[in-house]
C-alpha cells in the first residue's frame, strides 16, 4: 500500500486532487493509476477510457466526441479494491480517481453485439466506454488492445471478464 492509497483509496472519487497525478498503486497483477476524468457520457463501473487532450493524465470515456486522443486504452472504471472488496462508485466529470490498467477486472463493458468468445482480443471501439472482440489468433493492426477475454460476454449485463495488458500510462 503506497502513501497516494492511503489519501484516497480506489474506487473512490473526488472533486479535488488528493494524490498526484499518474501516482501508481498495485495489488497482484492488477495495476491503478490515479487521474481525471474529463469529458464525461456518464460513466459506470466497467467502462474503459482514451486518453483525454487535456493533460498528462486525464481520460474520458466519451471516445466519440469528447478530447479523447485516439482510440488508446488508457484505463477502466475499477470494480473491485485494492483488497478485492466490490465497489460501485463511479467518477463525474472532472472527478479526480483510479482506472485499472493492468490485471483480472470481471465486468469489462462491451458493445452489446454477444460474440465474445474466451481468449479474444479486446479492442477500443469509437463507441463511448465499451469494447469489442476480435479472435484471439488475428492481428490488432490499427486496433487498439484492451486485453483478452477472460471468458465468454454476459449477454444480460453486456460485460466480459478480462484480463487487461496496459493502459497508455
Known amino acids: 500500500m503506497s502513501d497516494a492509497f492511503a489519501t484516497q483509496p480506489v474506487g473512490t472519487y473526488s472533486a479535488t486532487k488528493n494524490c498526484p497525478l499518474g501516482s501508481v498503486v498495485t495489488s497482484g497483477t492488477r495495476r491503478f493509476v490515479y487521474v481525471r476524468f474529463l469529458d464525461a457520457v456518464t460513466y459506470v463501473v466497467g467502462h474503459v477510457t482514451a486518453r483525454a487532450a487535456a493533460t498528462d493524465f486525464s481520460v474520458t470515456n466519451d471516445v466519440a466526441g469528447g478530447s479523447a486522443v485516439g482510440l488508446r486504452f488508457a484505463g477502466a472504471i475499477p470494480n473491485k479494491d485494492l ?87
Not at 478485492?84 to 466529470?93: D, I
Open 83 to 169: 483488497r478485492g472488496n466490490a465497489v460501485t462508485a463511479v467518477p463525474a466529470q472532472n472527478d479526480y480517481g483510479w482506472v485499472q490498467t493492468h490485471g483480472y477486472h470481471s465486468a469489462i463493458k462491451t458493445n452489446g453485439d454477444d460474440d465474445i468468445a474466451q481468449d479474444d482480443s479486446l479492442i477500443m471501439v469509437a463507441t463511448d466506454g465499451v469494447v469489442d472482440s476480435i479472435a484471439k489468433a488475428t492481428t490488432t493492426g490499427t486496433l487498439l488492445l484492451v486485453g483478452y477475454a477472460a471468458d465468454v460476454d454476459v449477454d444480460a449485463s453486456n460485460t466480459v471478464a478480462a484480463y487487461l495488458v496496459g493502459g497508455e500510462f
